[in-house]
Structure formats: C-alpha cells, structure tokens
C-alpha cells in the first residue's frame, strides 16, 4: 500500500516502510505511529531529506535504509528502537549527531561509514559489539562513549576517523603514543600489539583505529 500525501509505500499490513521515492521534495519526514521497520535501502538516495523523526514503534533499521542520504542532518530516534543494520546510515555525510535509545542491541557494519560531520557518538549499553568499519572514514568524529558492556571493536572500526582523541570509558588519555596497557572495568585490559593494532584478549580487531590518533 501507499501513503496517499507522501506516495510513501508499506506492506500490507503496515508495519514496514518499503520505499521513500528518492525524488520526494519534503525536507522532514515522519515516520507514522506503528510502522516497526524500515525496509532494506528504503530511503537510499533521499537526497533532500534533512530531518528525520522516528515513532517509538520502530524497532529496525534494516541494512542500507537510508543510505547515501547525503543532505541528512538530524535524526529524532524512538524509544523503542532495537536494530540499526549494516550501512544503514552510510554516506550521510551530512549528519552531525545521532544519539540511539537505550534499548539499541545491535549497530551493523559500516552503519555509519562515511558519515563525514558526525562529531560524537554515544553507544547503548545494549550493544555489545562495534561491527567492521561501523564508523569508517567519520572525519569529524572527536569522542565516542562506551558502556562497559561494549566487549569487541571489529576491524577497522574508527579506521581513518583522523579526530578522534576521546574513547571512553575504555581509553582514557588522547595520548597513546608511550601507552602500553590499559586496565579496563571488570578486570579486562588493553594491550599494544604491533603499531596499529591494539587487543582486549583478542577482542579487538585488526587495525581497529587505523589512522587516528589513537593508534599511536
């Protein structure tokens, strides 16, 4: 079915927005009460959508929704909101902050590659693991908060994100250059390994922040 003002399309039985025509002129958009995802590149290449606003009954963002929406700027996130899929905001370049509820489990890789003006980033304490290049090439990204339950950062997940001087809890000095470990809640402990690869007992993936000043 269609939205007869917006010629936005759903599935049957409406829980799924399907397609956002990347020729729509609105400039902010809401998505309506009750849709629970939104589908696979449904707004991929919207390039005139700037705001974006989400109900509480939004529970995924499947891979590549809103891809290469490129003149994206805010996005108002419900509170009930559990999956953000792979790529599913890449190349948004101009996306300056993006902060997910609480009840957030999962952040697909490359969610937010290229995001280019995002300047910080909160992850939920649901989330329990930063995806491959989740944050590829955020050149604007300076501080990213974690929550201890955070227990893996893939392969080059802050790769060239030449900013970023602030990784908390986890990382607590910009400086990085002399650092060899560093005691982590719970008992767990960063070590060096090589120039740009650090470990938390293997947890962490290869050339994780490549390219920062973090990799030292």
């Known amino acids: 079915i269609r939205n007869e003002a917006a010629d936005v399309r759903f599935s049957r039985d409406g829980r799924v927005l ?21 589908g696979r590149g ?5 390039v005139r ?4 606003l989400m109900p509480d009954s939004l529970r995924e963002i499947r891979d590549y929704g809103f ?8 996005i108002r996130f419900g509170k009930g ?13 101009e996306l300056q902050s993006a902060n997910p509820p609480d009840s ?9 590659a290229h995001c280019e003006s995002l300047r910080s980033f909160r992850v939920p304490p649901g989330v329990q693991e930063i995806r491959p290049r989740t944050f590829l090439g955020c050149a604007s990204l300076r501080t990213v908060e974690l929550h201890e339950n955070c227990r893996r950062i893939g392969a080059e997940a802050f790769l060239n994100c030449r900013r970023l001087r602030r990784l908390s809890p986890w990382i607590p000095s910009p400086d990085l250059r002399t650092l060899r470990t560093v005691e982590l809640p719970n008992g767990r402990r960063v070590e060096r390994v090589g120039r740009k690869t650090w470990r938390i007992r293997d947890r962490l993936g290869e050339n994780a922040f490549g390219n920062t000043p973090l990799e030292g």
Request: hydrophobic letters at 45%.
């Open 18 to 38: 399907l397609e956002y025509p990347p020729d729509m002129d609105e400039a902010v958009f809401r998505i309506p009460d009750g849709v629970e995802a939104v």
């Open 42 to 46: 449904a707004f991929r290449g919207c």
């Open 49 to 52: 959508l700037k705001t974006l």
């Open 67 to 74: 891809l290469n929406c490129r003149n994206l700027r805010q």
């Open 81 to 93: 909101l559990e999956r953000i899929g792979d790529g599913a905001f890449g190349f948004c370049v």
């Open 104 to 112: 957030l489990r999962e952040i697909g890789a490359e969610a937010f």
